[in-house]
């Protein structure tokens, strides 16, 4: 690795640093730089090992800038060790340096150095004693600093002003380190307060700081040093000019800043305490002058006193209104931090905070990308009722314009905002469609099925809406969750489009053609992804029943999709055939219009644990009770679908991950389907087998399904299904029937029920009745819900089917 | 709390780092590069406070030299834009030239001592502008004779 160096001029050993540096940074490329430095290490090594000379401070310093450059410098931790030991200051004070940047505590060599530290603190030179107590503060180890508190609190009592201040932080790290002993310095750190030197101040408030935020003994006790941290406060506020610690014409900022942080602390949850500095805080408020960011800072950190500890509310406006100036200031720093601090106070000061919301609402056209998200944030805090008018206008102007990364949560805070606040329905439509169209892509999932089921419960706004969405189809089909509610709405109200009339928006006369085109654009589009193309290919199923002339050609779009590639259409469109074909005269009922959807919870995606774009609204957020849409006289329709799906789940919907055939619509794969298809044709002659629901108990219920085999023998099919919006466990089944009759209980699909009908359980179980005795059954059903058992126990006394 | 003091120049390249938490060495280069990326990448109308994993940083650009200051959530952001200003000033004086990012680099160790001077493990220790000079200026004046 060193052998090609020597290939290079030699360099005399003890180059000074900046040849160095120099010979770094004109190493054109990585390599060439690593081999200047691992020239100089070698060198530098070499050095370390000869005995003393004048050049070994220069040495350190020279392998101090080549750590910083990120190469191993751990070879110089001996050395260091060495120098410290020195007598030499200036060798100290390299070797000082260079164990602060090489060692940590963890390092054998920091041990070494225990000694040296000890000594030079009762050195006689200030400067030695700093350098000591600023190595401690900086890497000293639990047992150096139990070893050497009792001398640093000898140093915080009795030595000059210089030393102080730095012992009083060197206590910082031992109390950080040593929680114990903090007792230790507590009546030190008091006495401190009475200095004027504000270094020494400085570190005393730094030190009571650290030593209440860490026990609440020590809290109480410095309570009783509120006065006196007034009075300096005061002190520094209003005293008049003074150059020793002018900064911008305010009296050391940074000690005010602390001593309020102090102050702070002291007063949380603290009335006689907040009660004793009111007073304080109010002049500094009134009195700092803002013109400057120093005194902004200070401000600032008065502000957050005040609203952290139990303040007067007239004082808490006041801070409340400095807030409100600071996002008034050019300063976009000041801007920033002030909408950070309402942010955190707006839940608790809302009405302080909403009178400033003009200014909060502005700030969303800040150029800060920081800034205008907090702005995003206020602005969707502060929404209310009264305001909400005004400030959507202003939130959906933002959302045209705004940054990509804040589009998903201004979209899905305006749907909160609007849902919460909506003065009317057809507001509510207004707004959810302007947000589809300007970030449909952004937005959450639910949304679809939430708009769905909105515009189904708002029947008056049916061709309204109908007619907005057909409008906003025609303009851009790239906006999926837009066009997915467009398909599903064209789909079901498509008469009411096709009717034309329609009060509230200009007159279009649409044909049916037009609307068949604009469905097959959305389904011939590469845009579209597959859901979408689903919604549009039910959509266009719907509007067979809807519309009176084109039906062939929907017909024939239908039969093209039998044989797409796309498994999930294909299998639809092969359906929708079959309901052309065999099953024509159940098509009319099928696909009538949808019931109002009653809302269990919002967000609930039934049937799609892996939580993919909704395909299809979900009825089966319907509770079991709402009857299909289906006609009463066709009694062979409502039983083929109760058979095919006891979740009244409609034809379109998509088939539910993991379910028993049972419980598909017209079947999970298409053999599967088909065959269920022709088992009913088969048996068309004799009226299909019902499910009766024997049991409901809280969005559980429990049907059965029976069918003669033979003189004797039937099958009872049991299925267990939540609708809940809980998770049902353990869920089992006991059965008994007369003494005659023979049970056989097959094992069953499983034993849990997840909620919102996600999956079924069913049981089949094999009866013989020889005796032909009267058949009657007890089931006792138990499960587990929400923590609690259910048992239960029903009599089916008689068997539909038999 | 302070958690580190870091320039660099326009580059990216580092002019002087301290740490006042303990970060292996294998991982301050990995986080330099991401913290100077994160405030090298900042337009002009952003402003200096930078939310950065759990801490935040605080910059101040002068000419070619970036200063980042990583702090905790709880100090005030303000009062340590304005600590930045006061630590260039100091520079300045003790250096009485306009501080570049070589006279940084060649006299190394001084503004380390400077720096000391001002923050020590991680909390603030002195900001009056002559009492920190003041022993620099012994030291030198000692050392010099």
Known sequence: MLQHSYTHTAMSPSVPLQEMIRAIRSARTQCEERGVIQRECAAIRAQFRQADNGGRSHNLAKLLYVHMLGYPAHFGQMECVRMIASSRYSEKRVGYLGAMMLLDEKQDASLLITNSIKNDLSHSNQYVQSLALCTLACMGSAEMCRDLAPEIDRLLRASNSYIKKKAALCAVHIVRKVHELGELFAPAARSLLSEKNHGVLHGAVVLITELCERSSESLERFRKTVPDLVQIMKGLVISGYSPEHDVAGISDPFLQVRLLRLLRILGRNNETASDAMNDLLAQVATNTDSTKTVGNAVLYETVLTVLDIKSESGLRVLAVNILGRFLLNNDRNIRYIAMTSLQKIVGTDHNAVQRHRGTIVDCLKDQDASVKRRALDLSLALVSASNIRSMMKELLLFLSSCPPELRSQAANGIFTAAERYAPSKRWHIDTILHVLITAGGDVRDETVPNLIQLITNTSELHCYTVHKLYRALLSDISQQSLVQVACWCIGEYGDLLLRGDCQEVEPMQVCEDDVLDALETVLQSHMSSTATRGFALTATMKLSTRITDNVDRIRSIVSIYGSCIDLELQQRAVEYNALFKKYDHMRAAVLERMPVIERNSSGLINGDPTGEPVKEVQPSKVKTEVSLPLPQAADQTCDLLDLLSSSEQQPQSPPAAGSSILTQPLGTDCSAGRDLLDLLGGLEPTPPPTAVTVYEKDGVTLTIVCEKQSDSAMTVTLTGFNSSDCDVSSFTLQAAVPKSVQLHMKAPSGDSLPAGGAAKVTQVVLLNNPNKVNLKMRIRVSYSCRGSTVQETVQVDSFPGL | ?145
Do not use: W
């Open chain 2, 1 to 145: 709390m302070i958690k580190f003091v870091l320039m660099v120049n326009r580059r990216g390249q580092t002019r002087l780092s301290r740490y006042y938490t303990p970060v292996e060495l294998s991982r301050r280069a990995a986080l330099e590069a991401d913290v100077v990326r994160c405030c090298l990448s900042r337009r002009k109308e952003q402003c200096s406070f930078v939310e950065y994993k759990d801490f935040k940083l605080v910059y101040r650009q002068y000419a070619a030299l970036f200063i980042v200051v990583g702090i905790t959530d709880k100090e005030n952001e303000l009062s340590i834009f304005e600590l930045i200003q006061n630590f260039v000033e100091v520079l300045d004086k003790y250096f009485s030239r306009v501080v570049s990012s070589c006279a940084i680099m060649f006299s190394l160790d001084r503004v380390h001592f400077i720096l000391d001077e001002i923050v020590q493990n991680g909390l603030v220790v002195e900001t009056n502008r002559s009492r920190i000079l003041t022993p620099l200026n012994a030291i030198d004046k000692m050392s010099d004779s």
